[in-house]
């Protein structure tokens, strides 16, 4: 099959619903030529059948990020869809989560905070490190971020955590560098999935995209950053790494 990941062997996180961008990518991954395993945590069966909507059904290892346990064994997890001599070329890390008390900036303790950190940010470091393993020739990572360069409304300390994972990130590209492998973050602009949903106030803090986007910005359409990783994933970004790519309608450049 012909496509800019053809041949290439993609790790993917976070596919849950349709509406999501992991999903999104999963599907362009496929239809540029990579054969793509998934993760999933909690609902294996729901991840499980939207698996079999992807133009081919992809197999699910069981992953909770949080767990050192799945962690030490996805290598082997993915060897045994891959074949015992597999090597990956690209992971995606679409995993975040804040408890409901890491919405209140003020308020929350260090429980619901050290969750929101550990979950959405130091698990790109434990995820990278888990299938570094299966890249000995090198690789791209791209995890998704939420632009923490503003303090948005309602979004309190995943906010903080999002910018840990922008810095988590950076820190990888340096320290993995000389291992040829490349690690980058997708920022992209509000989508109503199911992720969207735990966040309060989530249409308002949408609404300014609706208002500001210079190109528009479609809440219902994840495809768009979906492109945006699997670029990313691709080997048309052979020399970048530690960078954020805005995938927002452009409203991460406009003034306040």
């Keep these: 099959m012909s496509g800019i990941l053809a041949g290439k062997r993609i790790l993917v996180t976070g596919v849950l619903t349709e509406s999501s961008i992991a999903f999104q990518a999963a599907k362009i991954a496929q239809n540029?030529?990579?054969?793509?395993v998934?993760?999933?945590?909690?609902?294996l069966s729901l991840v499980e059948r939207i698996a079999k909507r992807?133009?081919?059904?992809?197999p699910v290892i069981e992953l909770d990020v949080t767990n050192q346990e799945h962690l030490d064994g996805l290598a082997d997890g993915i060897r045994g869809h891959l074949g015992e001599d597999a090597a990956l070329d690209g992971v995606v890390h679409s995993i975040a989560f804040g408890p409901q008390g890491a919405f209140n900036f003020l308020e929350a303790d260090w429980e619901d905070v050290g969750t929101a950190v550990h979950v959405s940010a130091y698990s790109l470091k434990s995820l990278t490190m888990a299938c570094l393993p299966l890249m000995p020739r090198g690789g791209s990572v791209v995890g998704l971020t939420?632009?923490?360069q503003t303090a948005w409304p309602k979004y309190d300390w995943m906010g903080v955590a999002k910018a840990a994972l922008e810095s988590t990130s950076r820190y990888l590209a340096r320290d993995l560098g000389a291992r040829n492998v490349r690690c980058?973050?997708?920022s992209a602009g509000p989508i109503k999935s199911m992720a969207a949903k735990s966040?309060?106030?989530f249409e308002e803090l949408a609404d300014v995209w609706n208002h500001r986007a210079p190109i528009g910005w479609d809440l219902a359409d994840p495809e768009p950053a979906g492109r945006g990783v699997v670029g990313l994933l691709s080997d048309f970004f052979p020399k970048t790494t530690g960078e954020i790519v805005h995938v927002d309608g452009g409203v991460h450049m406009m003034g306040a």
């Excluded at 540029?32 to 793509?36: F, P």
């Excluded at 998934?38 to 609902?43: A, C």
């Design 32 to 36: 540029e030529g990579a054969e793509v």
């Design 38 to 43: 998934l993760t999933g945590f909690g609902r």
């Design 54 to 58: 992807l133009p081919k059904p992809a």
């Design 146 to 148: 939420f632009d923490a």
């Design 184 to 186: 980058n973050l997708v």
């Design 199 to 201: 966040i309060p106030g």
